[in-house]
C-alpha cells in the first residue's frame, strides 16, 4: 500500500470550520511533530506501508491532512473543491504534485464540493462518500462517473463528525466500523443492507476517532484510548497498533486524516 | 397548486436517497409524483427519476426545493449542466478532448447561466474565465498554460441559424454558387446589403487578390472605398505591390492597363515599385511622401481605411508592410475582424479561405472567383449567410460600383 502524506511544519490552531477546532486551545508544535514522526514509522515499520511525502506550505495548517486532498484513482486525480475558502489554497500543491508524478488531473465543476479520501471510502466492491457538512452529493455523481463504480452517498448529520472518514472505517471486505449517531436512518440502514460484518463503535471512543484509522490488512493504526474497541478487533484477529495524536484531534483529525491512500 | 418538477440521478435505490426524498416531501407537507424513473442495470450504472412536487403555496414549494436540493434533486432547469473545463497544462496545448467550435453563435453554461462565446471562430477552442464568467474563443497557439478551457461537450449549445427566417433577399439567395443564375440580379442583392449595413453602421470587409489589377479592376475598387463601403482590407503583397505599380508606371505584371500593351523591360516595374516604397519606409509614408498618387492603396490612406497585408513565402520584396510571421499576420486579421458585418472576398483562394476561417456564420459572406472550386470551398463551410459568384472579378466589381454609386444609379 502507498500513502501520502504532509509534515506538520505549518500545522496548528488557526482558524475554526469544525467543532473541535478552538483558536484559545493551540496546538503544541513540537508535540504534533513527535505524534506525526511516530505515525509515520509506524506505518512504514510495522503496516510495510510505502509512504510519499508532500511538501507541506506556510499559510495552510491543514495541508497536514491529506485525505482531504482529492481522489487518486487508476491514473487519475481528482483534485477536491473545498467547502471552506481557507483550506482552497491546498489544492494547486496536490494537483502540482499529482501532475508531476504523470497522474490525469481532473476537476469537478467548482460548485461541486468535494473532499476526496476524506468522504469517500471503499469497502468491499462498494464506494461509500459522505454528504452534507462538506462534500455536495452532487460530487458523488460525477465522481461515480469518472470511476464507473457504484457510490452510495451517506448524509452526515452530525457536526462533530464532519468527514465520512471520521464515523465510518473499512476493515476489510466485509467488515466496517462505524458511528451510528453520524448517520441518519436512511445511511445506517444501507450500511446494514451491504456491509455483513458492521461495528459500531461508542460515543465515547468514536469521540476519540476510534473510526479515523489506517488498516492494512490485519493491522489498524489507530489513536489510543479506544480500550473496549481494541478488546473487540483483536479477537476478530486484528491487530491495533496505538498512537498518541492528540495534538491532530485539535483540528479534527487523526490517523486517517494524516494519510492518503495512492495505491 | 404551485408545483415544480425536479429530477434526481445517481446510485439513488441502492443509497436510498430516491425514498428520502420522497419521504421528506411529504414530511415537509406537500405531494409528489413520480413522472419516470429509470433504474441501472449493472451496479455501476446510475438510475434516473423526475418528479413533480406539488405544494399548497408558493412558499412551502419553495421550502420543499431548498429542503430536497440538499440531496441532489434539482429542479429541471436548473439541472443543466454546467460546461467541463480543464486546465491547460502548457502554453500552447489544449488539454485532451477539448470542444472545437464552429463558426456558429455558441453558448456555454458556466455558474448556472448561459454566456455566449465572444469572437465566434471555427476550429479554436473556448476559454473560460471563472472570476468574470466571460467565455471566448481562442485559437491553438494562443492558449496559456492554466487557462480553464472547454472539454467534452456538455453545457454547450450552438445556435443553428437555419432556424431563422430570412429577413432579406441575400439571405434567402445564398449559400449557393451560381454559375448559371442572373448575375445581375446576385450583384444588385449584394450592393443593397452592403447599404443596408452602412446604414447600420456596420464595417465592411474586403479580401482581394492581385487578379483584381491585372483584370483592370483596381478602378472600381477605388469608386468603393471612396464611397464608404470598405473599412477594411485584407490581402498579400501580391494585390499592395502591383496596384502601386500600377500607380507608379501605368502597369500591373509589366502590362499596360489603359493600352494592353507590355512594357519593354516591364518585368521591371514591380520591383522598382517594391523598391521605392521601401525606400520610403511604408505605404502610407509613401503616400505622404507624394510618391503614389493613386490606386487601391491611395485611397486606404486617405480614407483611413485599415488593412492587413499578410505575406507568403512567394512574395517579392516583400513589401515594408507586409507581415512575414503568418501566425501574427491571423491573429492581427483576428482582432480586425471582430466587428465586421459583411464581407466581401474576391480573386484570392489564400487569403478568402484565411479570412472565411476567422468570420463567425453571422457575418454575410460573398465570395467572388473566377475557379468554382474556390467559391465552393468557402460556400460550403456552412455559412448560413454565404453567396458565391463564378465570374471574372472586373465586370463584377464595375456593377457592383455601379450600384453602390449614389450618382449613377441605373
Redesign the interface.
Known sequence: MRLLMCSPDYYGIEYEINPWMNRGRPADGRLAREQWNRLHRLLREELAAEVETIVPAPGLPDMVFTANAGLAWNGKFIVSNFRHEVRRGEAPHYEAWFSECGYDILRLPEECYFEGEGDLLKCGDTWFAGYHTRSDIRSHQKVAEIIEQEILSLELTNDWFYHLDTCFCPLSRDQALFYPAAFDSYARKVLENHIPNLIPVLGQEAARFACNAVVVGSKIAINDGCLKLRTKLESAGFTLLETPLGEFIKAGGSAKCLVLNIG | MPQSIVQI???II????L??VLDLIIKLGAEFEILDIQVGHR??D?SYARIQVDAATPELLERVLAKIK???ALPVEAEEE?V????A?TDGIFPDHFYATTNLPTWVRV??RWIEVEGAEMDCGIRVD?KTVRAECVPIHRVKQGDWVVVGHRGVKILPMERRVPREAFEFMSSSVSTEQPKGLLIREIAESMKRTRAENGRILVVAGPGLVHTGASRYLVEIIENDYVQILFAGNGLAVHDIETALYGTSLGVYLEKTMRASEGHEHHLWAINAVRKAGSIRQAVEQGLIRRGIFYSCVKKGVDFVLAGSIRDDGPLPDVITDTLKAQDLMRDKVRDVKFALMMATTLHAIATGNLLPATVKTVCVDINPAVVTKLTDRGTFQAMGLVTDVEPFLRELSQYLNPTTRP
Open positions: 440521478s445517481g446510485h441502492d443509497s436510498l436517497i425514498p428520502k451496479r455501476a446510475r440538499e440531496h441532489g454546467s467541463e473545463v480543464q486546465p497544462a455558474k448556472e471563472l
